[in-house]
C-alpha cells in the first residue's frame, strides 16, 4: 500500500511539473518569436499609408535632391513600417539614415558627414535601428534609397532604374553587414548588446532561466521521493 502511495504522488507531482514548464517555454518561445519577426520594409510611393512612417522625400525617383518628411513640395516619400514604435526621431537610442545640406532642396550625406548638419534618422520603441551604406543590401535590410556618393550627393530610390551605387541600408537590431560595406554602421546610442545583455534574436533570457529553474525544482522533488521510498525499502 505504501509503495502504491509513493508512486502515485510521484506520478502526480510529475504531471503537474512537466506541463507547467513546458507551458512557460513555449510561451516564451512564441513572444520571442513575435518580437524577433518584426523586419523592416521600405519603398518610395506618392504618399504613406496606414502604419508606414515618412522618413524623407525626394524630388524624383532618381537624379534628386532631397527634403525631410516634413515638407510638401517633394512627391516621392521614402515610406517605412516594421517594429514597434518606428519614427523618424534622431534622439535616444536611433540610427542616422542620411544627412541633408538643408531641410529642403538639399544634396545628401552619409552619417560620418557631420558637417551637413539636418539628420535623417530612425527609431523604435524596443529595438535599436542600424543603418549601413554598400552595393548591396543584404538579408535583414531594407533599401531606402541610392546616392551618387559619400557627400555633396543626390538620391534616388532603389527599385533597380537609374539607381546610384551606394545602396542605403538599414534593419531592425543587429543585423549581419551588407555587401560592399562603405563605411561602419551608423548606429546611435547603446544597444542591449553592447551594454552587455543578450543579444537580440539569441533565443536566451530570464523567462528562460526562470522556466529552466522550475524543471529543475521539479526533477529535484521527483528523485527526493524516489531516494526516500528507496530507504523504507532497504530499512524493512
Same mark, same amino acid.
Given at each position: =500500500?505504501?509503495?502504491?502511495?509513493?508512486?502515485?504522488?510521484?506520478?502526480?507531482?510529475?504531471?503537474?511539473?512537466?506541463?507547467?514548464?513546458? $507551458?512557460?517555454?513555449?510561451?516564451?518561445?512564441?513572444?520571442?518569436?513575435?518580437?524577433?519577426?518584426?523586419?523592416?520594409?521600405?519603398?518610395?510611393?506618392?504618399? #504613406?499609408?496606414?502604419g508606414?512612417?515618412?522618413?524623407?522625400? =525626394?524630388?524624383?525617383?532618381?537624379?534628386?535632391?532631397?527634403q525631410?518628411?516634413?515638407?510638401?513640395?517633394?512627391?516621392?516619400?521614402?515610406?517605412?513600417? $516594421?517594429?514597434? $514604435?518606428?519614427?523618424?526621431?534622431?534622439?535616444?537610442?536611433?540610427?542616422?539614415?542620411?544627412?541633408?545640406?538643408?531641410?529642403?532642396?538639399?544634396?545628401?550625406?552619409?552619417?560620418?558627414?557631420?558637417?551637413?548638419?539636418?539628420?535623417?534618422?530612425?527609431?523604435?520603441?524596443?529595438?535599436? =535601428?542600424?543603418?549601413?551604406?554598400?552595393?548591396? #543590401?543584404?538579408? $535583414?535590410?531594407? #533599401?531606402?534609397?541610392t546616392?551618387?556618393?559619400t557627400?555633396?550627393?543626390?538620391?534616388?530610390?532603389?527599385?533597380?532604374?537609374?539607381?546610384?551605387?551606394?545602396?542605403?541600408?538599414?534593419?531592425?537590431?543587429?543585423?549581419?553587414?551588407?555587401?560592399?560595406?562603405?563605411?561602419?554602421?551608423?548606429?546611435?546610442?547603446?544597444?542591449?548588446?553592447?551594454?552587455?545583455?543578450?543579444?537580440?534574436?539569441?533565443?536566451?533570457?530570464?523567462?528562460?532561466?526562470?522556466?529552466?529553474?522550475?524543471?529543475?525544482?521539479?526533477?529535484?522533488?521527483?528523485?527526493?521521493?524516489?531516494?526516500?521510498?528507496?530507504?523504507?525499502?532497504?530499512?524493512?
Amino acid at each position: =500500500m505504501r509503495r502504491l502511495i509513493s508512486v502515485g504522488l510521484a506520478a502526480a507531482l510529475l504531471l503537474v511539473a512537466v506541463p507547467v514548464a513546458l $507551458g512557460l517555454l513555449q510561451g516564451l518561445s512564441h513572444s520571442h518569436g513575435a518580437a524577433a519577426s518584426s523586419s523592416l520594409t521600405c519603398s518610395v510611393k506618392p504618399s #504613406c499609408g496606414e502604419g508606414e512612417v515618412a522618413v524623407f522625400r =525626394m524630388s524624383s525617383p532618381a537624379n534628386a535632391h532631397a527634403q525631410t518628411a516634413a515638407g510638401t513640395t517633394y512627391a516621392n516619400v521614402v515610406c517605412c513600417s $516594421g517594429p514597434a $514604435g518606428l519614427s523618424t526621431s534622431c534622439s535616444g537610442s536611433h540610427a542616422t539614415v542620411l544627412r541633408l545640406w538643408a531641410a529642403d532642396n538639399a544634396h545628401a550625406a552619409q552619417s560620418s558627414e557631420t558637417s551637413y548638419t539636418t539628420e535623417v534618422c530612425l527609431s523604435a520603441t524596443d529595438t535599436a =535601428m542600424n543603418c549601413q551604406y554598400g552595393s548591396s #543590401c543584404g538579408a $535583414g535590410y531594407a #533599401c531606402l534609397a541610392t546616392i551618387s556618393g559619400t557627400t555633396n550627393a543626390h538620391v534616388a530610390d532603389c527599385d533597380g532604374s537609374d539607381d546610384y551605387a551606394t545602396k542605403v541600408c538599414c534593419a531592425v537590431g543587429a543585423a549581419p553587414p551588407v555587401g560592399g560595406i562603405a563605411e561602419l554602421p551608423a548606429v546611435s546610442g547603446t544597444s542591449a548588446e553592447e551594454a552587455g545583455a543578450p543579444a537580440e534574436g539569441s533565443g536566451w533570457s530570464a523567462g528562460n532561466a526562470a522556466a529552466l529553474a522550475g524543471v529543475g525544482a521539479g526533477a529535484a522533488v521527483l528523485i527526493a521521493i524516489g531516494g526516500w521510498y528507496a530507504r523504507r525499502r532497504w530499512a524493512r
